[in-house]
């Protein structure tokens, strides 16, 4: 990659930024909307699942847009308009703020569209022409007058990558707390119940080899959990001899953060954390307005001009903010004779569409391989598993190649000239990795790769203290381990099972010596009793477990405004990374907290010994039922973040929602569900239809054979044709 790509001339970028207004109503290249809805065919399984059948890869994605829009409805085209930059154009100023940085992603996609493959520009022209479809064919569920022609421009917009102000913000933050006095913090954090949690965005990933299984073929489950209003869609699509793609397609595109299987191979993505970014210092010109000197030549900064259109009324107005920039990356400050420029891995990188789409059709490991090369993804460890038995792990990211220390997003690196900086990443072969590990499975929980297989661990020597993260494992990576670490064979079934275990970990690791510090307290009456009841607990989040809501109150109570690895007698170690953090390091602090707990878990919940699923519920559309899991810090693998409900009720809000395992025989056997369903219109019949099945920690069939298919259709149509 070129990371010295000039970006648009001021001309080209006031050109490109125009073509929302006065272009965005051109058809897109190729064949009209009527000739791709013929051209596809949607199959309706149970759960509502779509299985899109077209003639073409334009077509095919025709199909995806309708359907998406179809369960999805406005947001989709909320969505489309906002990475267009016309938000303010159709709804006013105050939605003006994301469409300056989405003006400048619109112009690069408007720049690169050429340069993608005629397969990928096939795929955005189709998913356009089918948005606009179903607006022309719904008018009613939108604003009137909405007509906004989407183009495979603002399709494609979704997929660029452009430098963000995470680090730059940080930076700058750093910068001006150094000119203001510390503030001091006090006060006691008080009783109240805590408020909703926090929902981690993370994800499972589990893969095993033939020598793992009792089929003695390989296993793939993907397991992300965010928010339940994240928007993974799941569909089929098929291209006869050119694409068989089974998995979630995030609403809004084509691609998004893909996971799923094609008949010979599948992967799963879970979140990593690199650091692709750097703040660079140079020197200023003092001789020329709006120069810099690198490699003792005075450059110009490139000024560039963002206009945004917005809603006034019956009329519009407009808004007009200045950005400096080199080819290194933006200016994000002026200060002290320098400028400080944010250099970002993938700045202006468009492929990370055509990689997912070489990605689907690939049909072996090395093709697979081929496509990550590409290097338009830019970070999560993908996990993967294939027909011909392969099981692999990748730590994967855009990691630059750099020539200095790591500066992270306190520091700026002062640079004289381009050897300074880094102007390559690190070669993707040389990323942490594991192929057929001896002991047949692959594993990661979004900790760093080190623990991929804990019987052949990788070492962190190898790449450095400034390039990836320092060994742990989180208490969710450690149940991950305990459950899959053996010699046992599994089949698929065992799989499912392993994954929806209610474990959790914690009270492993920490309930002797609670119940030593209630019993040398000498603590008595109900305190006592609730003590013998933890005793007898299973140490599970199971929706009928007794005990469970009493110890998340302690531990919230026992944890409470402190460091939580500081409160374990023995913190994780790397000389025993599955056994520790263990036991309490304030034995009379966790008995004076438990105390309290009983009292407080009686009080919200009207006993101490309450049912984990009494309070702890799956709420959503019909459906009001117990459900078991618990936030990954608790050590649950089964990982729930819950909200708090008026009635005491607390509901769950994300972490496991689409879950897939996938066994890759001769013909692909899998089971999927997705929690919170393929709709979030309340109104739809999709609208949380496998909540149910969630809630009892079960799976549905996927169908993958055309005769299956066929038998379980219950509805068919051309998408965008009258029915």
Partial sequence: MNFTRSPLSRRGLIAALLLPVVAAGAEAQGESATGLAQ?????????????????????????????????????????LLRARGELARWFGRDSIESDFSARLEYARAVQTHHLLDAETRAVYEGFA??????????????PVGFTPRFTAYDIATRDIEMATGGSASRFLARLDSASRPARAVSGDPGSDPPGDDEIEEGSNAWAFGPSRTTSGKAILMRNPHLAWSAGYYEAHVIVPGVLDFYGDFRIGGPFGVIGGFNRDLGWATTNNAPDLDDIYSLDVDSARIDHYLLDGVSLPLQRELITVEFRNGPGMGSETRERWRTPMGPVIHRAGGRIYILRTAGDGEYRAGEQFLRMMRSRSLAEWKDAMRIRARMNSNFTYADRAGNIFYVWNAALPARPHRNGGDTTAIHARSMSDMWTRYVAFDSLPQLLNPRSGYVHN???????????????????????????ALSLRSQLSIDLIDSRRKLSLEDVVKLKHTYRMLLADRVKPDLLAAVRAAGLDGDVAAAARLLEQWNNTAAPESRGAVLFQVWWQRYTEGTRTDTMFARRWTAAAPTSTPAGLAHPGRAADAFAWAVSETARRHGRYDVAWGEIHRVRIANVDLPVGGCLGPMGC??????????????AVSGGDGWVLAVEFAEVPRAYSVLAYGNSNRPDSPLFGNQAELFARGEMKKVLWLERDIEAGTLQRYHPGVER
């Fill in 445 to 471: 929980e979004n900790d760093g790769p080190w623990y991929t297989n804990v019987q052949q661990p990788l070492d962190p020597a190898r790449w450095g203290p400034d390039t990836l993260d320092r060994p």
């Fill in 39 to 79: 051209k596809v065919e949607i199959r309706r399984t149970a759960f509502g699942v779509p299985h899109i059948r077209a003639d073409n890869l334009a077509a095919a994605a025709f199909g995806l847009a309708y359907v998406q829009l179809e369960d999805y409805g406005p947001s989709v085209a909320m969505g």
């Fill in 129 to 142: 022409a089918g948005a606009n479809r179903y607006v022309e064919r719904h008018p009613e569920e939108f």
């Fill in 637 to 650: 693998f089964r990982t729930l973040a819950f909200r708090n409900e008026p009635d005491g009720k607390r």
